[in-house]
């Protein structure tokens, strides 16, 4: 006889999805800042000026493996059974965006990291490297055993940029459709997921870096690209909900968790008005007056590229095919 | 009389939650291009140097006032809607002169020093740090201390209306504050050309401050308003309305332990042994008194036999708002009391008499847990008497 035994009837499934937590929006926030940074570090590699870089963007690249680091430390954090973590590495699913994700982000490590160090050297090697100091002998020692690596990684920049910038993509359109794949929840199942978390991804990821000293020349065209990403993320948004709206019922009534139901408020504050309206018209307003952008705007950008994330991830839960959902 | 602008209906919740987004940013907006934001200037009044604020806050209090009264006359405000606070005028009085001091330490008031944060200055970030921490240090301490909580409760609680405490028609007190304000406005300006000698001008005063003589034209506009509006013949404020309340509604409301909630059975001598959980057996005459000692803003359930009452007596308190149980006690026993055969039920509505029936065990007595939070304690006795919720009110 076989027996058939319902998934539903579990107190993480019904009546609403508790299996995601803060790990997950922080994870998922945290790795649309490494996909920007990645993706804005090889377009600057690809696209090179004659001008050099300031430090502080020369530095940033390293960034990128830092925040995945602790990224993946929270999304270790979540796992259920976090020894068993290095299975992921030991398969390739082609269908399944989680096995995608894994090895997404074990590619990221040598790539960013790659061209983290040639950034760092092009910017402080020669007469720029720390000449004394505690540092200085480290540094010389660093830099005499990377030499031929060195020398093959500049002889293959343009490839290794090139590598920066698809696998940063890559990782922001991944930590969308890893979300979007997900039928059972209504809300997060539209293909516009994966380029929304990308272009919030790169928009963060803008914003981040202007927390830095960055020269003024690498300040406005962040604060103009920040401006034209939050636009594009705006009709991303709008297109996401009306796709909700059009579908079926289900749809819908996810769709009616941020137009009346429990997240509207904390949606249309957070992450439309805070984190889109104020600094579009902020960011809008300073290169219009010809003023550099400053980093106001940017910490409003960053709140609302997090509660993006962390809303999406907890309405998501709340979202399901039953009738009586949408009222939980 | 036309359909009221206020109150505003909304959807849920959270967009009435979310109107306050914008209405705040333009009151933000607001107070900084008045130069709020600045504590130099906030200070600089209680030097006497620079009385706009004094002038400001005298004229929003009018413009409100005015305003209020025309709206109400035009029936485009429903006052039974308003949230008043709640007077305990010992408890107000201690706070209103602690703030006073808080105010004159830091030159911000709770307003303009998110005002002012949002502009970017760091004292103001200091100051709210400090009213979090005044707050945080408050609610320990209430429970902590006997006297304090004593002091936190001294008062009525009523709502209490000038008019009505001193004695006076609505009409003569409007006129007399305009009089007032007329007055303050000329003295306020001969104060600050008094004291402006004694100290630095104050930074980011902008020069074309309104004169005394516009606000004294104002203030006489005002006047013509309330004489308008005197001219109306009174007309009786319509009885507040009884909004009917499913059985199901109030039964989830019961196992939240929904705060401020009060249930009348107004069916007499059968009230005394069985009734909704939590409802007070009392006879429609005697209602009025009980109902008199409840806060402004409770929420009071009114159920009889087989139906609700669908006007409420016009005698009881209007600050109150009225829900009727659909059905009454008849209706509770249907809905509640009474598990529904799943079976009847297509496969789509079967969830929702599943639950249902979890509420129907729980208050028929079949099942001990609530529903809805397998923690929770059954419902108390839950009265619009539990402990009034005070709201700020700042500036």
Redesign the interface.
């Known amino acids: 006889m076989t027996e058939l035994e319902s998934g539903r009837n579990h107190l993480l499934i019904d009546p609403s999805l508790h299996v995601w937590g803060w790990q997950i929006a922080l994870y998922l926030f945290l790795g649309g800042i490494v996909a920007g940074i990645m993706v804005f570090t090889g377009l600057r590699f690809l696209g090179r000026t004659p001008r050099p870089p300031s430090l502080a963007m020369a530095l940033i690249p390293w960034f990128a493996p830092l925040l995945l680091s602790l990224g993946m430390l929270f999304l270790w954090l979540d796992l259920e059974h976090p020894f068993n973590a290095w299975r992921f590495y030991m398969v390739f699913q082609v269908s399944s965006p989680m096995s995608w994700g894994a090895w997404i982000l074990l590619a990221v490590y040598p790539s960013s990291v790659a061209l983290a160090w040639v950034s760092t050297r092009e910017a402080l090697g020669g007469p720029l490297g720390p000449r004394d100091g505690p540092w200085s002998s480290l540094w010389l020692w660093l830099t005499r055993r990377l030499a031929g690596v060195e020398g093959w990684l500049r002889a293959h920049l343009r490839g290794l940029a090139l590598s920066n910038l698809l696998l940063g993509s890559a990782l922001g359109i991944y930590t969308g459709i890893l979300l979007g794949t997900m039928a059972a929840r209504p809300l997060w199942n539209s293909p516009l997921l994966g380029p929304l978390f990308l272009v919030s991804g790169m928009s963060s990821a803008a914003a981040f870096m202007l927390l830095y000293p960055l020269s003024e020349r690498e300040r406005v065209f962040l604060g103009r690209t920040d401006l034209t990403l939050i636009l594009v993320e705006m009709g991303l948004l709008f297109l996401w909900m009306v796709g909700l709206a059009s579908a079926g019922a289900a749809s819908q009534s996810a769709l009616a968790l941020v137009t ?6 904390s949606f ?2 957070f992450v439309v ?1 805070v984190g889109l309206v104020v600094p579009l018209v902020a960011e809008w307003v300073e290169l219009r007056h010809g003023q550099v952008p400053g980093r ?1 705007a940017a910490v409003l950008v960053l709140i609302g590229g997090f509660a993006l994330r962390w809303i999406l991830v907890f309405a998501g839960q709340a979202s399901g095919w ?3 959902m949408a009222l939980m | 009389m036309s359909t009221p602008l206020f109150p505003l209906a909304f ?2 919740e ?2 009435r ?2 109107s306050g ?1 914008p209405v705040g940013f333009l009151f933000g907006f607001v107070l900084e291009r008045g130069g709020f934001g600045n504590a130099r200037r906030l200070a600089a009044q209680f030097y006497l140097r620079d009385m706009t604020v004094f002038k400001v806050m005298f004229t929003a209090i009018l413009t409100a006032m005015m305003g209020l009264f025309g709206l109400e006359a035009a029936g485009l405000v429903d006052r039974s809607h308003l949230w008043i606070n709640p007077t305990f005028l010992p408890a107000q009085a201690v706070g209103g002169f602690l703030l006073g001091v808080g105010f004159i330490l830091s030159g911000l008031c709770p307003g303009t020093a998110v005002v002012s944060m949002a502009s ?1 200055r760091l004292d103001a970030l200091v100051a709210l740090l400090g009213i979090v921490v005044g707050i945080a240090g408050f609610a320990v301490g209430v429970d902590l201390f006997p006297s304090l909580e004593a002091l936190y409760q001294a008062g009525t609680g009523q709502v209490s209306l000038l008019p009505d405490a001193l004695g006076v028609p609505p009409l003569v007190l409007g006129l007399a504050i305009l009089g007032v304000a007329v007055l303050a406005f000329l003295g306020a300006e001969k104060v600050e050309t008094r004291f402006q000698g004694h100290g630095s001008p104050v930074e980011g005063t902008p020069s074309p401050r309104p004169r005394a003589e516009f606000a004294v034209a104002a203030a006489l506009g005002a006047a013509g308003v309330l004489a308008l509006v005197a001219a109306r013949p009174p007309s009786p404020p319509p009885p507040p309305a009884v909004e009917p309340v499913a059985p199901l509604e109030l039964a989830e409301a019961l196992i939240r332990r929904e705060a401020g909630l009060l249930i009348l059975d107004l069916r007499g001598e059968s009230a005394e042994t069985e009734r909704v959980p939590g409802a007070h057996p009392v006879r429609r005459e005697e209602a009025a008194g009980l109902l008199a000692q409840i806060p402004a803003g409770s929420t009071v359930v009114i159920y009889d036999g087989d139906a609700a009452p669908t006007e409420v007596p016009p005698d009881w308190p209007r600050l109150l708002r009225y829900r009727g149980l659909q059905g009454g006690w008849e209706g509770w026993k249907r809905e509640v009391l009474t598990p529904m055969p799943a079976s009847h039920f297509s496969l ?1 509505e079967q ?2 008499v599943a ?1 249902q029936n979890q509420i129907s065990a729980y208050f028929s007595g079949a099942s001990p847990a609530p529903p809805a939070a397998a923690t929770a304690p059954p419902p108390a006795v839950i009265t619009g008497g539990a402990t009034p919720k005070k709201k700020g009110g700042g500036c």
């Open positions: 009346g139901g429990p997240f509207t408020a249309w504050s008005a106001s039953s009738s009586e | 959807g849920s959270d967009w939650l979310l987004l970017g789509e969830g929702r639950r």
